[in-house]
């Protein structure tokens, strides 16, 4: 085959991707994101990052990485929240549209999805299933949390509102040896097992995964568009740029390291007129973080300070040596009368003696 040829087929498909309304219309957008998220495109394999306002197409495959978590509004305004360490795969979300009857599922391969179900469905001719690799999950109309840990092969559901029935995958499609579980209850089905009786969940446990399995309120970093806005093609870019997304699971806005009012002091605290965002409100003044020992404040700088001190004078030159004079006369002696004699000296060198006399 040559390249040529090759090259005409890739751009075919790549065509008829983009034309085909079942792989160009969008299921839904993000509305929240928080941490690190990746979308795995389901036209082409390649992977991103996911941000607030980026639509879901079908056949996408959600990443969240461990303390990340998403929501994704869809088209028919049903919410689906990624819990973190998860990973979804759209594998078909037909809206329920007054020209069309639904029939979603959705395929968690490992992790945690809570489906808020705002449609209704009669599981038969309308479907919205949850499964994994254990079980799988039918609605009607509810708010459930979806779990399969890969480890034990153990899939869980509780329910927060509505009933959900549980059970097997049969080789078609439906689910076989069901058990509803209803509100405030959960149910186990490990693989190749029946599922567990339904068993009431303690409301303490009950409250703690409704607020954690809420990418709203779960988790740390933040990044949410509007909440409930269902996703449309005809959505601009603006309405996606509403939120921001949230990376390195980042929570809120940190507070301004000890900055208060612009014209705060110039002495080397970053003290303005009052503490600022993220302080300690009983912060000492010159303390590091207020529970420190209490530094000494640096004092302000009013001017320019005094210039270098001169250099010391040079010391003294030493005192001249004595004189000395050669006059050992008493003091009645009368002025020396000097001879000179020349005395030779066993033929060496001539010698000058001076005498002093009287």
Known sequence: ???????????????????????????????????????????????SRARVGQKVFPLDTIIAGPDSRAKVVMVDNNEINISPDSEVIFEKYEAKTPQTKGNVLINVI???????????????????????????????????????????????????????????MGPSGQIMNSVPVTVGQTASVALGALPTPPSAVPPAELKAMNAASDADRG???????????????SDSKKEGDKGKSGDSGKGDKPGDSGKGDKSGSKNGNQAGNGPGKGQNQNRQPGSVNGDGPKDKPKQENNGPGPGPLPPPPPPPPPPPPPTVVNDFRPPDVKPPEIVREIIENNNRNAEVIIRITK
């Open 1 to 47: 085959m040559s390249s040529s040829f090759k090259y005409l087929l890739a751009v075919l498909f790549v065509g008829f991707c983009l034309t085909d309304p079942a792989l160009a219309q969008s299921h839904g957008v993000f509305r929240v994101v928080k941490g690190k998220v990746e979308v795995k495109s389901g036209r082409n394999g390649a992977k």
């Open 110 to 168: 490992y992790g945690k999805v809570r489906s808020k179900v705002e449609q209704k469905y009669d599981g038969k001719t309308s479907k919205f299933e949850v499964k994994t690799p254990s079980a799988v999950a039918g609605v009607r109309g509810t708010d459930f949390l979806t779990g399969y840990a890969p480890q034990t092969k153990m899939t869980n559901v509780v329910t927060f509102e509505g009933t959900v029935t549980l059970g097997n």
């Open 219 to 233: 988790g740390p970093g933040e990044g949410t568009g509007s909440p409930r806005s269902p996703a449309k093609d």
